[in-house]
């Protein structure tokens, strides 16, 4: 089976904690995506990678920071927690088929991080 | 400027009818792909269908289909014979620049589906 794996699935922080969530696939996806989930505002790209130490942002980088270094592994990085940063943090991964003419590459979902900053 | 608008937070359904999800769109790409996603309550994403700006037929995957309207910018989701497990959030996404490396999925606002027994 198809696996995306997010560390945690509850996190609970202080105010300006450096807070990390990663995230692993085993599918050797060359795409990764980290999105919160917030209700009314449905899932929001905060970063997205389509390749090693590749990043790029997505509509709300502020107050993140991202890291891959490995192909597997692609982890969200809140540099100072604040109570607006409360959320579900959804990771997913999807082949990038491009290349191959195939552009319809579905996305593969972690079971998300519950982060409270408190 | 929304790129991905789903204009209903929630709908109500009877068991065994057929419901219409609307969403609408904006690119200004030529190539780009419309998905659906579910998410029951247990939170998981699961992938239903998709639609490529070039396919000439609306998709279709068993009970879903996708009523796809170019030149309006839509993407409307239709579910038949609604069953109580269709009770879930229901995400419209796109991705633009299709024929590139690396392109971002963009998520619109959810519909909340309520089948009703």
């Known amino acids: 089976d198809v696996k995306v794996t997010q560390s945690s699935r509850y996190l609970v922080k202080r105010t300006g904690e450096k807070v990390f969530l990663e995230c692993v696939q085993d599918m050797d996806h060359e795409n990764m995506f980290w999105y919160r989930q917030d209700p009314g505002l449905g899932l929001r790209l905060i970063y997205f990678?389509?390749?090693?130490?590749?990043?790029e942002k997505g509509d709300i980088p502020e107050g993140y920071s991202v890291s891959r270094e490995k192909k597997e592994r692609f982890s969200l990085i809140l540099e100072s927690a604040s109570t607006n940063q409360t959320s579900m943090y959804l990771c997913a991964s999807s082949f990038d088929g491009w290349a191959e003419g195939k552009v319809n590459e579905k996305l593969f979902f972690g079971s998300g991080t519950q982060l409270s900053v408190l | 400027a929304q790129k991905i608008t789903q204009t209903q937070p929630g709908m109500f359904v009877q068991e065994k009818e057929a419901v219409t999800l609307d969403c609408t769109y904006d690119t200004s790409d030529q190539s780009y792909g419309l998905f659906w996603y579910k998410q029951p309550s247990s939170g998981e994403m699961i992938f239903l269908i998709y639609q490529g700006s070039y396919d000439e037929q609306n998709a279709t995957e068993g009970r879903y289909s996708l009523n796809f309207q170019k030149a309006r910018k839509s993407a409307n989701l239709v579910i038949s014979a609604s069953q109580l497990g269709d009770s879930a959030m229901y995400f419209c996404?796109?991705?633009?620049?299709?024929?590139?490396?690396?392109?971002?999925?963009?998520f619109g606002q959810g519909t909340e589906l309520s089948v009703k027994p």
């Open positions: 990678s389509y390749d090693v130490k590749m990043k």
């Open positions: 996404a796109m991705r633009e620049d299709l024929y590139n490396q690396g392109g971002k999925l963009i």
